[in-house]
């Protein structure tokens, strides 16, 4: 609650709103400082503590925990350059997948040089970012699923996480071959980037990296479609956008550029062109967005954020044309330690994530799912990174005394 009006909250105001005995505050302090979802921040001009990305996490979880949306979370399936990826589960056990919105991950070393973006926020403005991330999504992904696109089920949203159904598909950046689909696929998925302008919508981000592929076949097995699902929608903007039509140039290129490359497909056809593509608006899904509480204010932070930070979505435009077999991560910069005592904003368990959780099922295992494909070949089944490439780097031993002080024992 106080970090609504203050990113460190005074320690008498937190004593305040705890309501509890004056005696039981410093402990509770201490103890959440100790497993890192509060920090004490160096030469603030008052004694107080801010929240982590851990804490922030743990208050999101809590609160999908009561409303019933999220019963227990399972492994890390993805790793993204501003989110996290979980598969989790709702008390009917019901598979879902949980994102948790981490903008500012990769930009914590360039903290110092914009102290004067959006009104001199820090650390807070990240949360405050990812939050809105957050809820951009979740508000178009309500809206895009309304109109019939194809795009995962939101089923909550709070702070900066995101719960969306479970997809059973495979990132399109993983098929090396799609047989004689390549055509009819490559149709449909800008007839979908067309069809979003028809409902005043770019994607932003219409990649291999963003697009998830089904396969299904028909119930007397003699036909086989391939179904694509798209995702990560945060970058999302309006065909108002003063920079629309090159965004949407860019999704289409972007399509081009991989089927090119990876199936062997080229079109005769050129386009399609966005001034052709919103001659027919059918639908201002933008507009309908923007009422329902997504604000243009909000949507104007974020994009400057988005512009100011080089953020294009999980999968940055320079890995993908820089590496083909990229999987659109990077190196993460965790905050600079002469920032803050203890940050301890990650709240993940240190160990190497695996992408399935049930070793029993067939369906969750890579390989063998692979093998029943009839048209799409999965060339990769790339491993998570270790999360250790996103630890901070290990610091120097201290004392007894600078180790109380650094846990919130000093207080």
Known sequence: MGSRNHEV????????????????????????AKIGLIAKVKNAKYDGYRLT???????????????????????????????????????????????????????FRTVKANRDYLRNRSSGSWMYMSRLAALKEFEFMKALRREGFPVPEPVGQNRHTVVMSLVDAFPMRQISAVGDAA?????????????????????????????????????????????????DFPQMVSIDHSNAEYYFDRDVACIKRFFSRRFGFTSDEPGPFFKDSIRTVTKRLDVE????????????ELAAYMKEHGVDGDAGEVERDGDEDSDGRSDVDEANPE???????????????SSVSDPDSKAEKPSLLAAQMTILDIRDNDPLPSLADIKPPPQPAMSTKAAKAKAGWAI
């Open 9 to 32: 909250v005074p320690t008498p105001l937190i004593s305040q709103i705890a309501s509890l005995r004056a005696g039981g505050v410093p402990k509770c302090i201490s103890n959440l």
């Open 53 to 107: 990305y851990g804490g922030l996490d743990y208050l999101s979880l809590h609160t999908h925990t009561k409303a019933g949306t999220v019963y227990s979370v399972g492994n890390q399936i993805g790793v993204g350059k501003e989110s996290d990826i979980f598969v989790c589960a709702s008390e009917q056990g019901r598979q879902l997948v949980l994102k948790i919105h981490r903008l500012g991950r990769i930009s």
């Open 183 to 231: 055509s009819t696929l490559y149709a449909e998925l800008l007839s979908l980037i067309v069809r979003l302008a028809q409902h005043g919508l770019i994607h932003g981000d219409f990649n291999e990296f963003n697009i998830l592929i089904e396969e299904k076949t028909s119930t007397d097995g003699s036909d086989v479609t391939l179904i694509p699902t798209l995702i």
């Open 289 to 300: 967005v923007e009422a329902s509480g997504f604000s243009r204010k909000m949507a104007k």
């Open 339 to 353: 920032e803050v005592e203890d940050d301890g904003g990650n709240s993940l368990d240190p160990q190497e994530p």
